[in-house]
Nanobody, 125 residues
């Protein structure tokens, strides 16, 4: 059972930056693909960025060129560096992990088995 704990959310002005962190713990030693998702009240959860066990990365079109996902495998920490934040980036951000087999990195929430509790990101002027 993977446990995921996000941190790093907060309030920032448009154009600002934030870095989210997700500490993962799993005694099994299995390999997972991991991703960041976000959700606004009343809207569906959407994939933001993902990185698989081989280091392949995929971004949602809305964040390409602004967000960077990375992983410290030694510390089991997933990061999301968010630059040039926009008002529409405001949401609850979730870290997730999955252990299924896919040919390409997936941004579909149903493809992920484990979820953190989320960290709020608010972008406002």
């Amino acid at each position: 059972q993977v446990q995921l704990v996000e941190s790093g959310g907060g309030s920032v002005q448009p154009g600002g930056s934030l870095t989210l962190s997700c500490a993962a713990s799993d005694p099994s030693g299995k390999s997972y693909y991991m991703g960041w998702f976000r959700q606004e009240p009343g809207r569906e959860r959407e994939g933001v960025a993902t990185i698989d066990s081989h280091g392949s990365i995929r971004y949602a079109d809305s964040v390409k060129g602004r967000f960077t996902i990375s992983k410290d495998s030694a510390k089991n920490i997933l990061y999301l560096l968010m630059n040039s934040l926009k008002l529409e980036d405001s949401a609850m951000y979730y870290c997730a992990a999955g252990d299924r087999q896919f040919w390409t990195p997936t941004l579909r929430p149903p493809d992920y088995n484990y979820w953190g509790q989320g960290t709020q990101v608010s972008v406002s002027s």
